[in-house]
Each structure stands twice: as C-alpha cells, then as structure tokens.
C-alpha cells in the first residue's frame, strides 16, 4: 500500500476515529457507529475505504442469531494505530469525541431552556401584556381620517388607476406612431 493512500484515508471525516475505534481487536458496524460521530453513510464509506486501502478487514464472528460481521485491522492498520497510540492521538481523539457530545448535551440543554423561556414570555405577555404609555397615544383628531376608505372608494380608486393606464398607453402608442 502506498504512503500517500494511508496519508489520504486518514485526513478524510471519521476515518482516524474509526481506527482508533477498531483498535488491536474487532468492532461491529454498530459499536464503530456509535462511537464515531459522523452519519452512519460516513461510516459504511470509510470501512468500504479502508478495506479498499487495505487498513481494514471484515471477519465474520459466529452469534446465536447466525454470524455477525466485524471490522479489524490488517496488518498495515495495526501498524498505524500503533503509532497513533506512540503519539497519544488516540487520547486526543477520545477527548474531541467526548468533547463533541458534551457540546451536543449543552446546545439541546440551551434549546430546551429557550423553548422553556418562550413559553414563558408568551404566557406572561397573555396575561400581562406591555403597557403602552399614554404619551405615545396620539389623540383622536391626529389620527386624521386613517380608517380604511370604504368599498365603493375602493372601487373608483381602482377604476381612476385603470382609466389613468389605458390614457398613459394611449400616450405611448401614440408617440410610436409619431416615429
């Protein structure tokens, strides 16, 4: 296997976590999915890959529901998940990963509070809503005429807009013909 596909299929999303997952013994699909934080389509492309790259291999484990596969380290994996741990990027992976749920914990831990707060506020503006002060209410009379025109003002503005277009089209069509 060459050095840049080793190099190429661990800067891809989850794919060092996986090794490290996986580790010197065996992990089902399921243990590496719950494991790794990326989608589980993620995680079935890289095992695929690193089967490709030859860092993974699927054996099959007898259960008492028939066989279940599992996903070890070839020789080549071992050979780097020996040096991920000389370096303690395993750790450091291990705390990213705790780290990340952590983050998820507090942001559904915020969303419910803000939920909690707007029903709050919602409840609390029902029964007790704003006062306005009774200097920004303008008197009646300045109000001047702001109720909504009625339907038959309604309707001799629309007909006054429809006469005022078809005179404006009048004056175009004439000002072509002039050309």
């Known amino acids: 296997m060459e050095h840049g596909l ?10 060092l976590e996986i090794v490290v997952e996986i580790g010197r013994g065996s992990a089902s699909f399921q243990d590496i999915e719950d494991a790794v934080l990326v989608s589980s389509s993620t995680v079935a492309t890289r095992l695929q890959d690193g089967v490709e790259k030859e860092l993974i291999e699927i054996t099959h484990r007898p259960t008492d529901h028939g066989t279940e596969k599992r ?4 020789r080549v994996g071992t050979r780097v998940h020996d040096r991920i741990q000389e370096i303690d990027v395993d750790k450091t992976v291990r705390k990213l990963q705790r780290l990340q749920r ?20 919602g409840y609390e503006h029902e029964r007790n809503p704003p006062a306005i002060p009774e200097d920004t209410i303008p008197p009646e009379e300045a109000l001047g005429g702001l109720e909504p025109p009625s339907e038959s003002d309604q309707e001799a503005a629309h007909r006054k807009r429809l006469e005022d277009d078809l005179v404006e089209l009048d004056e175009e069509t004439d000002d072509e013909s002039e050309d």
Request: no cysteine; glycine share 6%; aromatic share 6%.
């Open 71 to 74: 996903y070890e380290l070839t």
């Open 6 to 15: 080793i190099e190429e299929f661990l800067r891809t999303k989850g794919a």
């Open 102 to 121: 952590e983050r998820a914990t507090d942001i559904e831990q915020l969303i419910g509070r803000l939920n909690r707060d707007k029903l709050i506020i």
